[in-house]
């Protein structure tokens, strides 16, 4: 039985989301969602196109609100009810966000982007140096001058992870990272992830590439129509063709 904290919530409770809707304008996208992340874990979010992954990440980052939508429902991050927040205080707070369109800035360098992410260490997280990461990335430590207008999509979704771990969140939302990337950075994006949790970090990764899910991830949710379908074990969701059939095949 896991430890609990003064709130009466497990010790190991990092994020914690109940009753989880999003609209944009009076379409509504999300139906109470309701979904957590432990501390350490690799949670899988999954879903064919348009079942409501993305939309999912940008409510949990305080981001719809900028995207002409709005999001309802309770999330709780370290204990702390975040619900409405903005995301320039989520992100202070320790959540990062990788989206899926690579928002690096093409004019500045490597190095300069990783810059632009820095936050100051925090108690209890990893603290990451551009060292430590060209040592995960060695691709990045390379070319540490190359702007990133002239890096491949691969290389270029590399610098956003790292960017991102720059601010030394407790929590990472990793959109769609093998979308549109080459197997070979498909494999490397994996071992990544897994060096990620073996140093402590936890991550929320929507992906549609079970494989990949699959290589890294504890735990999966699966949603179709913006409506939780499925939960359990990736190990589980491996081993159940008939669910894999109903709601992640093409």
Do not use: C
Not at 17 to 39: E, M
Not at 58 to 73: P, R, S
Not at 169 to 174: A, G, T
Not at 210 to 227: I, P
């Amino acid at each position: 039985m896991s430890a609990v904290d003064q709130t009466g919530e497990p010790a190991d409770l990092l994020l914690d989301v109940q009753g989880l809707k999003a609209f944009y304008g009076r379409a509504q996208i999300l139906f109470d969602l309701a979904l957590q992340v432990r501390r350490g874990e690799v949670v899988a979010l999954m879903g064919r196109n348009g079942a409501g992954k993305s939309t999912t990440m940008k409510a949990l980052m305080g981001l719809l609100d900028g995207a002409g939508g709005h999001a309802e429902g309770r999330i709780r991050f370290r204990g702390e009810d975040i619900s409405g927040a903005r995301a320039h205080r989520i992100a202070r707070m320790g959540m990062g966000y990788v989206p899926e369109d690579r928002r690096i800035f093409s004019d500045l360098t490597v190095m300069e982007n990783l810059e632009v992410g820095r936050q100051p260490p925090r108690a209890d997280a990893v603290h990451w140096t551009p060292e430590k990461l060209f040592r995960l990335f060695p691709n990045l430590g390379e070319m540490p001058q190359r702007p990133g207008g002239q890096m491949s999509g691969g290389e270029q979704q590399m610098l956003t992870v790292s960017r991102t771990l720059m601010g030394n969140p407790y929590l990472v939302l990793l959109d769609e990272p093998s979308e549109g990337v080459a197997p070979v950075i498909v494999e490397q994006m994996a071992a990544m992830i897994l060096q990620l949790k073996q140093a402590g970090m936890s991550i929320l990764l929507s992906e549609q590439n079970l494989h990949f899910a699959a290589l890294v991830s504890d735990r999966v949710y699966v949603l179709e129509n913006g409506q939780l379908r499925y939960q359990n074990t990736m190990a589980a969701l491996t081993a159940d063709e008939a669910a894999r059939r109903a709601y992640l095949a093409v």
